[in-house]
């Protein structure tokens, strides 16, 4: 595990990195909860066949844009080399945001993954790193620790080289379970697919009506004991303003203010019921879709070809 600090052994080993047509990546925060967190490692893994950490390169940037803006010219923009982050968004706030070019981010990879194929709590990097890759479990601890410290220490090292080596084993695995659930729509087997649906279709009704029940009977209970939280589940309240105005004022105060805009109003049923007779005189427009909808019919088994 290179843990390098001198600038010029960083800056080499960026013009290494240069020639790697993809990099695992992953980045540690100083002062975090601050209003001015700012980036103290940079760890890189360039070979996904490393599961021990050892081949990761870890950056001190800590105090240093100049090296991280060095990083972010040489390797962040360059389109020709993909760069793999664990919810991206987060790391490219520090690392060129939208100058940043051929990103991929696993978070948003594993959201658009079925679950029935990747059964897993959470889409977090160690949720995905235990259930989807089947590592031994996965310690998140030192992540909230204090890395604008110096020096750090051996397990924030440990710590920090091991994250690439989870998103780059995730992703691999995500890749994977994306070949099975994308389909050509032109070559599907529909017999099939209608064949698998009827399989499972009673036992997910009854499942589902029963999950739904639960939650409304353990809602119902947790309300009505005061329970803000118990085992796997917590209570929260939410409240929804919503604003209502009189149309006639509404064209009043317009009127009144001499108040100029072209912003479109949508014409519900309502709108346009009690407006019919001056709607007319407007122009209007007009904007179709169409979507297509799947509804279940009754068969009889023997209508189902086997």
Request: one cysteine or more; glycine letters at 2%.
């Amino acid at each position: 595990m290179p843990y390098l600090q001198n600038p010029d052994d960083i800056i080499a080993a960026i013009a290494r990195l240069k020639f790697a047509p993809i990099l695992w990546v992953d980045t540690e925060v100083a002062d975090f909860r601050s209003k001015q967190p700012h980036l103290s490692l940079i760890q890189i893994s360039a070979n996904s066949a490393d599961l021990t950490g050892e081949q990761v390169l870890i950056f001190d940037v800590l105090d240093r844009p100049e090296l991280v803006e060095h990083f972010i010219q040489e390797i962040m923009v360059d389109e020709a080399i993909a760069k793999v982050f664990h919810n991206a968004a987060f790391d490219r706030k520090y690392l060129g945001k939208t100058k940043a070019k051929n990103i991929i981010c696993t978070l948003e990879l594993a959201k658009k993954i079925p679950y029935y194929l990747a059964p897993k709590p959470d889409n977090s990097l160690k949720s995905l790193a235990e259930h989807l890759c089947h590592f031994p479990k996965v310690d998140k601890e030192l992540q909230g620790s204090e890395w604008g410290d110096r020096p750090l220490s051996a397990a924030q090292l440990e710590y920090a080289k091991l994250d690439p080596v989870y998103t780059a084993q995730v992703h691999h695995r995500l890749l994977q379970l994306q070949q099975q659930c994308q389909a050509d729509p032109d070559r599907e087997n529909i017999v099939q697919l209608t064949r698998r649906y009827r399989q499972i279709e009673h036992d997910w009704q009854m499942l589902n009506s029963e999950v739904v029940h639960l939650k409304d009977r353990i809602k119902a209970a947790m309300t009505a004991q005061k329970v803000e939280e118990t085992v796997g589940f917590k209570l929260s309240y939410s409240e929804r303003k919503i604003q209502y105005v009189k149309l006639s004022e509404l064209a009043q105060a317009i009127a009144s203010h001499q108040f100029q805009s072209d912003t479109p109003i949508k014409l519900t049923k309502a709108l346009q019921k009690e407006f019919e007779a001056l709607l007319s005189d407007l122009p209007i427009d007009e904007k179709i879709t169409q979507s297509a909808n799947l509804k279940a019919i009754d068969i009889n088994d023997s209508d189902v070809p086997f």
